[in-house]
């Protein structure tokens, strides 16, 4: 167009037409303002309005002109759609600029948004950010790993093999005898008796044995179930709860697969409350058997793996009755099937059939209808019946060694958390891949930009790939304490470890439900493991224990800390306490502190380790004060706890945030590599502002922090965000999955 009035009206046509669609009321519009601009000939509006005609739209060739000629106009001192106007025709007359601004406004074209599209085409910091490689991806593999990381090799090896690709049949048969056959293999490279003695074939060291859980769950999640239903609950109760006769007489065809079993505890009625089982084990002194029997329907066994196809063998948890006597729920050893897999007298078994998940675990159910066991196949370590026929017992009080019995089995609470946590680092490694090379939007005209680039899907993935971080360093410390410990630590690592199971698989099961969310329609298809990986963990939070129910264990387990710490003060004791206490929180409460915003405080260690200290011991004490009061008003302490319920779970919350806090500042100030340290010093650093951020309300109400030094923090998480961006696929590199495990289209590296 030739017409410099007519081409005035190019950038507002352009918009217009941009999206292919003129509506009747933009039309309205722009016929009565072209009408009433008396500096046009009847002619030029003439050829305006055909310009406009709903019925015969612009080509797209005619818009490609258009535009073209805009862009030839367009500087970078133009600030407004009425500038790059004026550039093709300067239109002085009077206020025709207000009346181009409100033909904008009735148009709905925001001015500054709109002109973004005729800006000139150059590459924004947002578009240009991208994967950077800034450690050494080894090292932090190597940190990962620790004194592990040979048998970790040697399973990531293992689990490549062909023999190891993912079965994708939906019959749960063919699946469950696939997983069995992977579960033969890992038997055959001794694998599942790593943590037997080595008298009885094993290799007699528990943190590899963990480290091998951890490492299967990269591969498949029901072969991780199946191979520590086998060698983890059922191997390990007869060596946890056995004694000589037991280990010689099961253990190495346990730990070879020869002998295949199930540890049967859960019942339909009960399942974590074990102390209310109700199926029997009746001593009989004249032929010296004990009687296993299912009093009712609702006593049968439940949700047993191993149960439904190949199990041989159970260990039973019953009631010991003598002579009509209860003494309190014992484990027994119990036949299921004969050697050609027959179930044998007595003994009825149902099939679970198909789950959420773990579909190739043959779950099932067990009644056992008076079934006869010889008197050696009770697992006598704690307790046992005498040649008389007498219950005896090293430890009288019946509570304190049913809390002994289980707290030997302690060790499946931290088996599940790492395998739950190794499906949260598939989730993020597959999430992340697929963000960085995913790309949507950018800047108008120029490239598509990858969606890790946008600070809200980094706000999405990064916290939780820091906290996965810090959840790895926390496990690791879990189960060096539970390697070490001492007798007198006994109900307290059994506390950590109920607590650091439900921190961890809730854990899981927020990050894979971001991670599915975060891949779009990509992330709903089986063949990027995301869902499977979500279904298959989402029983992660209740067996192994209920995590409610856990959560509250630790939670009476920090109040009885609590209780003794005041137990063993005088009353100047008491006094000190109180104004030691009294003294921190005035000096961390004053109003510079309160309200200090820079970043080198934010960012040093020191406030994050006071502020999770804070928290812990200023909750802990209220729990304490609410309880003491609800006891002393004549509550009965059982509804008190009921009633103080949620502030359990806000004690065991706060009690392991600050663990898992001090595990990571200590890693962080044991890595030499300054690299590698700079990198796990971030991600730090965002584990622990996105927790004070999470629970800003707290810290808020109790006057620990003002808003200013809130907002500050939420500012800084999406900095430091910002920050890993580049980092992000190297993190996820540093997990070292193998790519046969991963598995997922949209998690392949593209070099």
Not at 460 to 465: A, E, K, N, V
Request: glycine residues 6%.
């Amino acid at each position: 167009m030739d017409n410099p009035k007519i081409n005035f009206f190019l950038p507002l046509l352009y918009l217009a037409w941009s999206d292919d669609l003129l509506t009747q009321k933009e039309f309205t519009v722009l016929q009565a303002f072209i009408h009433t601009q008396n500096w046009l000939s009847e002619a030029e509006k003439i050829d305006l309005l055909s310009k406009i005609d709903i019925a015969s739209p612009p080509s797209r060739m005619e818009l490609s002109q258009w535009k073209s000629a805009i862009d030839q106009k367009v500087l970078r001192e133009h600030k407004s759609i009425f500038d790059i106007s004026s550039a093709f025709y300067k239109n002085d007359s009077g206020d025709f600029e207000l009346q181009f601004l409100k033909l904008e406004n009735d148009l709905g074209i925001l001015g500054a948004e709109a002109f973004g599209i005729f800006r000139p085409k150059t590459d924004t910091f947002t578009s240009k950010y991208q994967t950077e490689v800034r450690f050494d991806v080894q090292k932090l593999t190597a940190i990962l790993d620790g004194q592990q990381a040979p048998i970790i090799n040697k399973v990531k090896a293992i689990i490549s093999r062909q023999e190891f690709q993912y079965e994708t049949s939906t019959d749960i048969d063919v699946y469950r005898g696939k997983v069995y056959d992977w579960c033969k293999i890992l038997a055959d490279e001794n694998l599942g008796n790593m943590a037997y003695p080595k008298k009885y074939g094993g290799g007699e060291n528990i943190a590899d044995y963990f480290a091998v859980m951890e490492t299967l769950s990269y591969h498949d999640l029901s072969l991780v179930i199946k191979f520590g239903v086998q060698f983890g609950l059922w191997g390990m109760s007869i060596f946890s709860l056995g004694t000589e006769k037991h280990y010689a007489k099961y253990l190495k065809d346990v730990g070879s697969l020869q002998l295949p079993g199930c540890f049967a505890m859960t019942e339909t009625h009960h399942g974590s409350n074990v102390k209310g089982l109700e199926t029997t084990a009746t001593y009989n002194h004249s032929n010296q058997t004990f009687t296993i029997h299912t009093p009712n329907p609702d006593a049968q066994k439940e949700y047993i793996g191993n149960a439904a196809m190949h199990g041989q063998m159970a260990t039973v948890f019953a009631k010991l009755i003598i002579d009509g006597t209860d003494y309190g729920v014992n484990a027994f050893i119990v036949p299921l099937r004969d050697e050609n897999m027959k179930t044998l007298r007595g003994i009825t078994i149902g099939d679970c059939g198909q789950k959420t998940g773990l579909n190739g675990v043959d779950n099932g159910t067990i009644r056992f209808d008076n079934v006869s066991i010889p008197k050696e196949n009770m697992l006598d370590r704690f307790a046992s019946v005498n040649d008389n026929g007498e219950f005896e017992s090293l430890i009288p009080s019946d509570n304190r060694r049913f809390f002994t019995m289980l707290g030997t089995l302690v060790g499946g609470r931290i088996g599940i958390p790492r395998s739950a946590l190794a499906a949260a680092k598939s989730g993020l490694t597959i999430a992340i891949r697929y963000a960085d090379q995913r790309r949507q939007f950018g800047p108008e005209g120029g490239s598509e930009v990858p969606i890790l680039n946008y600070r809200m899907h980094q706000r999405r993935l990064l916290p939780l790939l820091a906290k996965s971080f810090a959840v790895h360093f926390g496990l690791q410390y879990l189960t060096q304490r539970y390697i070490n410990k001492k007798d007198n630590e006994a109900q307290e690592i059994e506390a950590l470890a109920a607590g650091m199971k439900s921190y961890a698989t809730w854990h899981v099961r927020d990050t894979l439900q971001e991670c599915r969310e975060a891949c779009g329609g990509k992330g709903y298809l089986s063949e990027n493991r995301i869902g499977s990986l979500k279904n298959d963990t989402e029983i992660y939070t209740t067996f192994e224990g209920d995590n409610t129910v856990l959560m509250q264990l630790v939670a009476k387990n920090r109040l009885s800390e609590f209780r003794k710490q005041f137990g063993e003060m005088n009353a100047l004791g008491i006094i000190n306490y109180v104004f030691e206490s009294a003294k921190t929180s005035i000096s961390e409460k004053n109003p510079i502190a309160t309200r200090r915003t820079d970043e080198i405080h934010l960012l040093s260690s020191e406030f994050h380790h006071e502020a999770f200290v804070y928290r812990e011991k200023t909750i802990l004490a209220s729990a304490a004060k609410r309880l003491k009061s609800l006891i002393d008003s004549g509550l009965d302490s059982y509804d008190s706890f009921n009633v103080a319920q949620h502030q359990m779970l806000d004690v065991a919350q706060a009690y392991l945030e600050r663990v898992v806090l001090e595990q990571f500042q200590l890693e962080v100030k044991n890595t030499d590599d300054l690299q590698c340290k700079a990198v796990l010093e971030k991600l730090h650093n965002l584990y622990a502002l996105t927790q004070i951020e999470k629970n800003k309300g707290w810290f808020l109400e109790d006057g620990y922090m003002e808003a200013p030094k809130t907002k500050a923090i939420r500012k800084l998480v999406s900095q430091l965000c910002w920050d890993l961006r580049p980092d992000a696929v190297a993190l996820t590199d540093a997990f070292a999955i193998p790519e046969s495990c991963l598995a997922a289209p949209i998690a392949v590296r593209q070099l």
